[in-house]
């Protein structure tokens, strides 16, 4: 059977930054793919990499960070191969990037219009009629009232969530087939955090778009991602799809987070904490990141880092987990 | 029982003007006009001894603004704050000193609020020795050791700065920071809003542990509604200002009342539910420099009318204890009643 390529693919990624005290690898060998229309989670606490494998992604890493290694194949090509000009035409029309704060994604002193225009003539050579046409088109995509009279205002006439509304309208000008979501709603009240991750749901499946959602949120992440890869200091810990990891977690970083869900415990009871915190990046230990603060641990652990492979529904990079579905990998 | 802390009507409003300039308007005249927000407009409820009382709302409601002006770092424009029955909020700031050593407060971000030029120490070691002056420098430090062990921070780390800690280490040192003086009552304002996932739980622990110990009394302000429902005996629903609903955690969370409080519950994000079904909210949140007439949420709310636009619903204790403040559910004509 003939398995379609992925539209993104990457392969052992690793970001490195130069401190004052040495190299700190920020992403370790990161490896995934993302289908076409598919929805992808990038969990992880802060520091765990998710946030810059995001930017490794488009190549937008900058000084003191580096790309160490890796590969991120787009449609098939290598990125890495592109110069800068060929960059300039992924990034922000076939990949398009949505941040946290709206208020750094637009221009103060422009209004919307000449925000979403710009950015169409840059990508298109269209005239400044046919892109307002379409900017009028992506306004009412993603519901803003009265498009019209909102396309001569300014950002700061916008309410926080109105903001983000209009950053995902100007990500989605040049119709990409890949969004990367970053944190889009932890700046915003729960209220219109679940209206704008409805939104983006809606847009994914309607436009047929994939995303790769970035967040520390597993709850929101659980109900907008089909896949969901769980991040520990600059590796993935675990990749499956959501119902695997919502419901039968395998690393025990996952399933230590999930017990510790105040919703499963009874109400005013202990809750189930992970002990310790993550490991500086500058300080890696030899063996597994997570060795400290493992229920699990054996003695191959601290020597030895997990290699992510296959065991039973899932990706995981555990050597206590058993595999059970009979195949025996290595 | 009656109510340990109690609190009535409390206003607080900002004027934000600015100078004279900026107040001065052109139209029909020149004339003066001052810009004020209101940030709480008369809020009322208890907390018992050795309960937590927590908080809810979007930002701007006001939940942050009340927490100060309990703990008088705000004078509040009216109303009044009663500890244990005597009337505090009205003292000096000499006459308040020895309540703020029974009330004490951790605040949300560990990297601004602990000093980074003090040593954990000196940190600790401030409190005690402001409001306990004849306590001996052995007991002090006594004290010192006796709070980090507490809250599960090494004591022979006393000699570390801040930023030789990690988020949560930090938090656990605010919050011994607190519990240097004995305080009966702590206020807590997103204190694990900056952390991260794993660590949340471990002080969420932590609070819990140390209310079991010693009897202390909460009032935890949060945007974390599940967070609020695990650790709270009664929950306070707060709107641009105005207390929405304060009722049992569990009374609140299976049948909530007020209009607000369903949509906002309703929002949570659930852990692996597919999809969203919220209710959707029209509009955005008003402004509180210019309030709505009437109910504060009317111009949100899908069940208002003519009433809601134009009276201000008075906080109303049903038969079951709860308080809810909506014309709708005193009228019981919203469908869910």
């Known amino acids: 059977m003939q398995k379609q390529e992925p539209l993104l693919s990457v392969r052992e990624l690793s970001v490195a930054f130069k401190m004052r005290g040495g190299v700190l690898t920020a992403v370790d060998g990161v490896s995934f793919d993302l289908d076409r229309s598919q929805r992808l989670g990038l969990v992880g606490e802060s520091g765990a990499g998710k946030s810059v494998t995001g930017f490794a992604i488009l190549n937008l890493v900058s000084r003191p960070g580096y790309i160490a290694g890796g590969h991120v194949f787009f449609e098939g090509r290598d990125l890495a191969t592109f110069s800068e000009e060929e960059m300039r035409n992924i990034r922000g029309n076939r990949i398009s990037m949505i941040f946290q704060d709206p208020m750094m994604t637009l221009n103060p002193v422009l209004t919307i219009g000449q925000q979403m225009v710009e950015t169409l003539k840059a990508h298109r050579h269209i005239s400044k009629h046919e892109a307002e046409k379409i900017a009028l088109n992506k306004l009412q995509k993603v519901a803003i009232p009265s498009p019209e009279k909102r396309l001569t205002q300014y950002p700061h006439e916008f309410s926080g969530g109105m903001r983000q509304r209009i950053v995902i309208a100007i990500a989605l000008l040049t119709s990409p087939s890949l969004i990367i979501a970053d944190e889009p709603t932890t700046a915003l009240d729960v209220t219109i955090q679940a209206d704008i991750m409805e939104l983006l749901l809606n847009l994914c499946e309607e436009e047929k778009m994939a995303l790769l959602l970035i967040t520390h949120d597993l709850a929101v992440v659980s109900q907008v991602a089909e896949r969901i890869a769980v991040m520990y200091a600059g590796r993935i810990a675990e990749l499956g799809s959501t119902e695997a990891i919502v419901n039968a977690p395998q690393h025990p970083y996952t399933q230590g987070l999930l017990k510790a869900l105040p919703q499963k415990v009874e109400r005013r009871k202990r809750l189930n904490q992970i002990p310790g915190s993550m490991p500086s990046l500058q300080e890696r230990p030899p063996g597994c990141a997570f060795y400290d603060r493992c229920e699990l641990r054996g003695e191959i652990c601290h020597r030895e880092s997990p290699r992510l492979v296959e065991k039973n529904a899932g990706l995981v990079a555990c050597h206590m987990v058993k595999d059970t579905t009979g195949k025996e990998e290595k | ?337």
């Open chain 2, 1 to 337: 029982m009656s109510d340990f802390i109690e609190i009535k009507n409390l206003v607080k409003r900002f004027d934000i003007s600015g100078g004279l300039l900026e107040e001065i308007r052109f139209k029909g005249g020149i004339h003066r006009k001052k810009t004020v927000v209101h940030a709480l407009n008369g809020v009322s409820f208890g907390i018992k001894k050795g309960e937590t009382v927590s908080v809810v709302g979007e930002s701007g409601c006001g939940k942050s603004t009340l927490a100060r002006c309990v703990i008088r770092i705000y004078r509040p424009e009216s109303g009044e704050v009663f500890y244990n029955g005597k009337r505090v909020d009205n003292l000096s700031s000499a006459a308040i000193k020895p309540w703020r050593a029974k009330m004490q407060m951790v605040f949300q971000d560990p990297y601004a609020s602990l000093n980074p030029r003090m040593t954990v120490y000196q940190t600790l070691l401030e409190p005690i020795r402001f409001h306990f002056r004849d306590v001996s420098r052995s007991e002090a430090d006594d004290r010192v050791a006796a709070v980090m062990k507490q809250v599960g921070v090494d004591p022979d780390w006393r000699k570390r700065y801040p930023h030789e800690f990690s988020g949560g280490q930090r938090q656990r040192i605010s919050l011994a920071r607190a519990l240097a003086v004995k305080p009966e009552f702590i206020i807590a304002d997103e204190p694990i809003a900056a952390l991260d996932v794993s660590i949340q739980a471990q002080i969420l622990n932590l609070f819990m542990d140390l209310q079991a110990e010693q009897g202390l009394t909460y009032l935890f302000i949060s945007h974390d509604l599940s967070v609020v429902e695990h650790i709270s005996n009664r929950v306070v629903v707060m709107y641009l200002g105005s207390l929405c609903e304060f009722a049992g955690t569990e009374q609140l969370y299976t049948a909530p009342k007020h209009p607000y409080t369903r949509a906002l519950l309703s929002a949570i994000p659930q852990f692996g539910s597919e999809g969203f079904n919220h209710m959707r909210l029209p509009g955005d949140v008003p402004t509180p420099i210019n309030l709505p007439s009437g109910c504060v949420f009317h111009g949100r709310c899908p069940h208002a009318d003519e009433r809601c636009r134009r009276e201000i619903p008075a906080p109303i204790t049903e038969a079951d204890g709860r308080v809810v403040a909506c014309h709708g559910v005193e009228e019981g004509r919203l469908e869910w009643l």
